[in-house]
């Protein structure tokens, strides 16, 4: 009896949970009427069928907000466009005459390990007795450290700056270590790529809150470590000079190979007629994961600048100053305007200034993004690079809709957006944006907000 009772009730349990949908209101009205919503605060919301582009509901729809990371997701399309579904982000040797080549390929997922079997492969490759100097081949993006319109509260502590140059996401691990009587720190750094502390950091028994603050006169590799620490810790902080800490790990794995190079690197575009004989890349595919699915800043904006170029490339677009890569911003932003020109959409619904929606002077209006989701999924499948939810960004969320929900997200202080595709309860499938900005309370309240209405897009 006693089992027939827990068996019953671990059935209620489970049916309240899969129906959640179903006791949340599906009046949009009465959802969004609950929610403390000042004057200062905006909400817009734009629900379209998939199949027909017909309304199904709207509220301040053609209104121009920032939609922070949900860009990422139109700016990703762009570049799948330009670049093609088997684009590799490539690093490759080339030999032309007595000389070898390092052409780079601004892969946002390359590792140290790549590189040491890029290079264990060259030694397989070439006679080094027989070449005379190694250039590399930087022009492929460009080393503008970061977008027009970011504010340092942007990029520190954890945006390296933009560069031809990655290796290990130009990030590097150093470590805090207390002394046995708790009286001082010991600041371990086992990379080559050194840092210069000014330690303010006061140890307690309580918990460990380190901020970090960054001398920015001349960009040098000066960080203050201020608040209060009680066990042993370790940091990630991004490098100022990616090309001197890919140029240590290229010098690393010339050392483990034992490459007979005693020169120094120069810097030279790979001659036309070179033959490649040594590569590692990247799929597109798996850059798009830390893009769309964790909604990482830096490796949208490479992959924006690396889509420019060959953007640039296809258009005769000219570097304006000789010599300098046509992979920028900017040309990103013409690639992006054209793209969705030609596809028909009404440009006055959106403004971008970057790839990666950072920019607060980025904005759209959720009647464009819907309208933008159902050119891209006729006509780029993009669900297929797409999180859905309970992963990624939408990790613990709408565990319900999983499989049916393909979503991108976005968040700032109190601002969040939400837009993809939907199947409804009713097996349609609708596009939908929502963008809450200017609000007040916690994030956490704005996202369950959030969540409440794709409740009433799903009940629709």
Same mark, same amino acid.
Not at 2 to 20: D, E, G, P, Q
């Given at each position: 009896?006693?089992?027939?009772?827990?068996?019953?009730?671990?059935?209620?349990?489970?049916?309240?949970?899969?129906?959640?949908?179903?006791? =949340?209101?599906?009046?949009?009205?009465?959802? /969004?009427?609950?929610?403390?919503?000042?004057?200062?605060?905006?909400?817009?919301?734009?629900? *379209?069928?998939?199949?027909?582009?017909?309304?199904?509901?709207? #509220?301040?729809?053609?209104?121009?907000?920032?939609?922070?990371?949900?860009?990422?997701?139109? $700016?990703?399309?762009?570049?799948?466009?330009?670049?093609?579904?088997?684009?590799?982000?490539?690093?490759?040797?080339?030999?032309?005459?007595?000389?070898? !080549?390092?052409?780079?390929?601004?892969?946002?997922?390359?590792?140290?390990?790549?590189?040491? @079997?890029?290079?264990?492969?060259?030694?397989?490759?070439?006679?080094?007795?027989?070449?005379?100097? /190694?250039? =590399?081949?930087? *022009?492929?993006?460009?080393?503008?450290?970061?977008?027009? &319109?970011?504010?340092?509260?942007?990029?520190?502590?954890?945006?390296?700056?933009?560069?031809?140059? %990655?290796?290990?996401?130009?990030?590097?691990?150093?470590?805090?270590?207390?002394?046995?009587?708790?009286?001082?720190?010991?600041?371990?750094?086992?990379?080559?790529?050194?840092?210069?502390?000014?330690?303010?950091?006061?140890?307690?028994?309580?918990?460990?809150?380190?901020?970090?603050?960054?001398?920015?006169?001349?960009?040098?590799?000066?960080?203050?470590?201020? &608040? $209060? /620490?009680?066990?042993?810790?370790?940091?990630?902080?991004?490098?100022?000079?990616?090309?001197?800490?890919?140029?240590?790990?290229?010098?690393?794995?010339?050392?483990?190979?034992? =490459?007979?190079?005693?020169?120094?690197?120069?810097? #030279?575009?790979?001659?036309?007629?070179?033959? *490649?004989?040594?590569?590692?890349?990247?799929?597109?595919? @798996?850059?798009?994961?830390? =893009?769309?699915?964790?909604?990482?800043?830096? $490796?949208?904006?490479?992959?924006?600048?690396?889509?420019?170029?060959?953007?640039?490339?296809?258009?005769?677009? #000219?570097?304006?100053?000789?010599?300098?890569?046509?992979?920028?911003?900017?040309?990103?932003?013409?690639?992006?305007?054209? !793209?969705?020109?030609?596809?028909?959409?009404?440009?006055?619904?959106?403004? %971008?200034?970057?790839?990666?929606?950072?920019?607060?002077?980025?904005?759209?209006?959720?009647?464009?993004?819907?309208?933008?989701?159902?050119?891209?999924?006729?006509?780029?499948?993009?669900? *297929?690079?797409?999180?859905?939810?309970?992963?990624?960004?939408?990790?613990?969320?709408?565990?319900?809709?999983?499989?049916?929900?393909?979503?991108?997200? &976005? $968040?700032?202080?109190?601002?969040?957006?939400?837009?993809?595709?939907?199947?409804?309860?009713?097996?349609?499938?609708?596009?939908?944006?929502?963008?809450?900005?200017?609000?007040?309370?916690?994030?956490?309240?704005?996202?369950?907000? @959030?969540?409440?209405?794709?409740?009433? /897009?799903?009940?629709?």
């Amino acid at each position: 009896m006693l089992k027939k009772l827990a068996l019953l009730v671990l059935t209620m349990f489970a049916c309240t949970c899969v129906s959640r949908a179903a006791v =949340i209101n599906p009046d949009f009205s009465k959802v /969004i009427s609950r929610q403390d919503l000042s004057r200062t605060s905006s909400i817009a919301i734009a629900v *379209k069928d998939l199949n027909t582009s017909k309304v199904l509901y709207k #509220k301040n729809e053609n209104k121009m907000l920032n939609t922070a990371s949900t860009l990422k997701l139109f $700016t990703f399309a762009s570049a799948l466009d330009t670049l093609g579904n088997d684009y590799k982000f490539e690093t490759a040797f080339f030999v032309y005459g007595n000389n070898l !080549y390092l052409k780079l390929g601004a892969d946002p997922l390359l590792e140290k390990n790549d590189l040491f @079997e890029l290079v264990s492969n060259l030694k397989k490759s070439v006679n080094f007795k027989t070449i005379k100097y /190694i250039y =590399i081949d930087d *022009k492929i993006i460009s080393s503008t450290p970061y977008p027009d &319109g970011w504010c340092v509260d942007d990029f520190w502590p954890n945006f390296p700056p933009i560069s031809p140059y %990655i290796i290990d996401r130009n990030m590097v691990k150093i470590r805090l270590v207390l002394s046995i009587a708790r009286d001082s720190i010991n600041i371990v750094q086992q990379d080559r790529y050194r840092f210069s502390f000014i330690n303010r950091l006061q140890i307690t028994d309580d918990s460990t809150k380190i901020d970090i603050v960054k001398d920015y006169s001349g960009m040098k590799e000066v960080m203050g470590l201020t &608040g $209060t /620490i009680n066990e042993d810790t370790d940091l990630e902080l991004p490098v100022n000079n990616p090309r001197y800490f890919f140029i240590t790990r290229l010098e690393d794995a010339f050392g483990k190979y034992s =490459i007979p190079y005693g020169d120094k690197f120069y810097f #030279k575009e790979v001659p036309a007629g070179a033959k *490649k004989i040594a590569s590692v890349s990247h799929s597109i595919e @798996e850059v798009s994961v830390p =893009i769309l699915k964790y909604s990482d800043n830096f $490796t949208s904006e490479v992959l924006f600048r690396v889509a420019a170029h060959k953007y640039a490339l296809k258009n005769n677009i #000219k570097p304006q100053t000789n010599g300098m890569s046509t992979g920028t911003t900017k040309n990103g932003v013409l690639m992006f305007m054209n !793209y969705y020109s030609k596809a028909g959409l009404d440009m006055e619904g959106i403004k %971008i200034v970057d790839g990666s929606g950072v920019s607060r002077y980025n904005a759209a209006s959720p009647g464009w993004i819907c309208d933008a989701l159902v050119y891209l999924n006729k006509n780029l499948d993009i669900r *297929k690079y797409m999180q859905t939810a309970d992963e990624g960004t939408l990790k613990k969320r709408l565990r319900y809709l999983k499989d049916n929900l393909y979503a991108k997200t &976005g $968040t700032h202080n109190g601002l969040s957006a939400l837009c993809g595709v939907l199947k409804t309860r009713k097996g349609k499938d609708v596009v939908f944006s929502i963008v809450i900005q200017s609000y007040s309370l916690a994030q956490g309240v704005l996202k369950s907000f @959030e969540d409440d209405l794709v409740d009433c /897009i799903f009940s629709l």
